[in-house]
């Protein structure tokens, strides 16, 4: 039987990883939720005073306090990303040690992709749905009397075909691992780190066990700085929020009440697909999930960040449902990474949005193109604040929609952000909990069939 190095090491686990995660948890309890909805809502109204719709100081002088304002927020978002890389290597390499084989390492990697594909291209389905159903952009361009005009529409870019295929699948693996963490490509870390972390179980525990160490420590590293820059987040979320009434006034918001009203409804209708998912497979509640991860969910919203939020997600999912830590630890920074239904259905939204505003019409090879899109580019995105923002401009060229059209949404880009952020955070925790319930499911029918031939 081939011995797991990380269990035969459980007592170098550092005491003071869940240590920190209860502090950060501990922040949560001591209502650092409602600090953040109390600084957003005063940010809103601060900056809404020094914009261009009340007229108390000059715009360039409103947009100047604005940058300041938002210095916190920009230092809070950069020590985020700062520890974002190190965080996911080593949660990923440390999960991957944790799990009992390779056999069930492989079946586990295998379901949980699918997964996140699979409710991705559910989560962008639902997006064009509620889109078409609503017709944001219709309603704008009624109320503004006017419709924008698609000029110089962009051509739809060729698919790859065969023959450039091998060629996409080779950039997949990092070539040069340093090389890929300066440039941010997350999807090739995250291949990196499953291909390390395969290896380290694959050894002779003595050998693995300084590794292990090694990369127990940085995890330790990453969630002080998480730490730190949580209690930076209430000072950093007015801010950000009074910046961007101070841009474009509270009024410029108020006017894109449908489309987000249309986004949010599409996120409600994913979270309910989360809940039924879980009630069918699990037998889990929807209240009781949501009683015990509403805390996660509030900071997730708060911050923008699944980053940010990554060790809290994994302390939610082994204290409250009691979730492995060979789980957890593997499917949670994955998720952060691949995992990005919320951003997906945004991006639906979005580009149906943006094609009525612009009198686009979307054939359905278009909205399929749409659906392809976001499931595609979603994968390996950064799990950073606004980065929906860029992956949509691709979406939007790739269909032939201007991407100058963006301008119309970015003044309420950040609250949606933040709402797709809770939406991906849930999901990470739901498909902790399928796959749980799944390999104890698997262990019992192995057991059960050791019973039988036994007797």
Not at 64 to 69: C, M
Not at 143 to 158: D, F, I, M, R, Y
Not at 338 to 353: E, K, P, S
């Amino acid at each position: 039987m081939e011995l797991n190095p990380l269990r035969t090491l459980e007592h170098l686990q550092p005491r003071s990883l869940a240590r920190l995660s209860g502090q950060l948890a501990g922040m949560v309890e001591g209502r650092l939720w409602l600090k953040v909805l109390i600084a957003m809502a005063l940010g809103l109204l601060f900056g809404s005073l020094l914009g261009p719709s009340a007229g108390l100081v000059e715009p360039a002088t409103g947009v100047t306090i604005g940058s300041w304002l938002a210095l916190p927020g920009r230092l809070f978002l950069a020590s985020i990303q700062m520890i974002v890389i190190p965080l996911v290597i080593a949660s990923i390499i440390r999960g991957l040690a944790a799990s009992e084989n390779l056999e069930q390492l492989k079946k586990m990697g295998l379901r949980v992709t699918l997964f996140f594909i699979l409710t991705t291209a559910v989560a962008a389905s639902i997006g064009l749905f509620v889109g078409n159903l609503i017709d944001p952009g219709e309603s704008l361009t009624s109320l503004a009397g006017s419709q924008l005009s698609a000029s110089s529409p962009t051509e739809v870019p060729a698919t790859p075909g065969l023959q450039q295929l091998p060629d996409t699948v080779v950039g997949l693996l990092p070539g040069n691992p340093l090389d890929a963490m300066v440039e941010g490509e997350m999807l090739q870390i995250v291949i990196f780190s499953i291909i390390f972390g395969i290896a380290l179980v694959s050894m002779v525990p003595d050998q693995a066990r300084p590794m292990l160490e090694l990369l127990g420590s940085l995890q330790e590293i990453c969630m002080t700085v998480v730490r730190w820059a949580m209690k930076l987040a209430p000072v950093a979320v007015f801010g950000l929020m009074a910046q961007l009434s101070t841009q474009i006034g509270l009024g410029a918001l108020l006017g894109m009440a449908i489309y987000v009203l249309t986004v949010l409804l599409g996120l409600a209708l994913m979270l309910a697909v989360y809940l039924l998912l879980l009630w069918l497979f699990t037998g889990l509640g929807p209240l009781v999930f949501l009683r015990s991860a509403s805390n996660l969910m509030l900071l997730a919203f708060s911050t923008s960040s699944s980053a940010a939020v990554m060790p809290l997600s994994i302390e939610t999912a082994e204290q409250q449902f009691k979730v492995r830590s060979s789980i957890s630890q593997f499917v949670i920074p994955l998720g952060a990474t691949i995992n990005m239904n919320g951003t997906a259905l945004y991006q639906a939204v979005a580009t149906v949005f943006i094609a009525q505003v612009y009198g686009v019409e979307l054939s359905m090879g278009a909205l399929a193109l749409v659906v392809a899109m976001a499931v595609g580019a979603s994968i390996g995105s950064p799990a950073t604040p606004g980065v929906g923002i860029v992956i949509l401009a691709m979406v939007l060229e790739t269909v032939g929609i201007p991407a100058a059209g963006i301008a119309l949404i970015m003044g309420v880009d950040r609250i949606l952000d933040m709402s797709r952020t809770a939406i991906n955070v849930t999901g990470d925790l739901v498909a902790c909990l399928l796959m749980d319930k799944w390999l104890q499911s698997s262990s019992q029918d192995s057991q059960l069939g050791e019973e039988s031939s036994l007797t």
